[in-house]
């Protein structure tokens, strides 16, 4: 059962060597796993660096977007790449700044062969276990009460990576995605609509290796990243 997991990185130069060696390793450790990594539109040597590492590397695949217009778009067109493909069962994705561990991916994607056995339709995420700060703490759980109440359901850290769903699954739940941060939560929610299976991976993340955030840089991003996905939130149905 072939997976594959779709990597955007945006200026993401010094990371793509480690980042790469880490596809390496997991997929020594299986090799039905696959990656598509993505220049999500970067202004720094990223392109470059993918197209130099990969060489001879058939599991590893690549797509260049020329202009950043969100990190959703970016995962968006990789899941519709994917889905183009008739070998791949499971699709996925996760992030490029290697905070996420590597191992999570091989973690999830067993835990994704073992779901395609006893239901249709699954849809599997990671949960934070370590936030940094007590204002992360409170983003995650304000962002999950709200998305809660507005949907009716249970939600929490509707951020979580990596992810994996079913391919059927998938092609449903990317349909009028928001191009932004938004992305993660709205297949979250589209997914508990369709009755998904839905089950969490515990994740530790790691420091920073090197690089900063594209949006993280102190309370008033965060506000506004709040305001975004309050918006962003409501539209989903």
Known sequence: MK?????????????????INNCIEINKKKDSINFLLI?????????????????????????????????????????????????????GWSHADLQIPMESILEIDNLAEEYSTKTRDYYLRGRR??????????FTVFMAIYTSLVHR???????????????????????NAPKGFAFDVHTYVKAKKYRAKI???EVRFLNRNSGVSSWNTGLRSKINMSIYYLKAIRKIN
């Open 129 to 138: 276990m370590n936030r940094p700060s007590i204002v992360d703490k409170m």
């Open 153 to 175: 359901s249970f939600f929490w850290d509707i951020t979580g990576l990596p992810v994996v769903a079913n391919k059927e699954l998938m092609e449903e739940i990317i349909v």
């Open 199 to 201: 089950s969490r991976i």
């Open 39 to 91: 220049d999500n539109g970067s202004k720094d040597r990223t392109r470059e660096e993918i197209k130099l590492k990969i060489k001879g590397l058939n599991f590893i695949s690549t797509l260049n977007i020329d202009e950043n217009v969100g990190y959703g778009n970016g995962v968006n067109l990789g899941v519709v790449t994917a889905l183009k493909e008739e070998n791949f069962y499971n699709i």
């Open 3 to 19: 997976s594959i997991y779709i990597i955007p990185c945006f200026n993401e130069e010094s990371n793509i060597e480690k980042l």
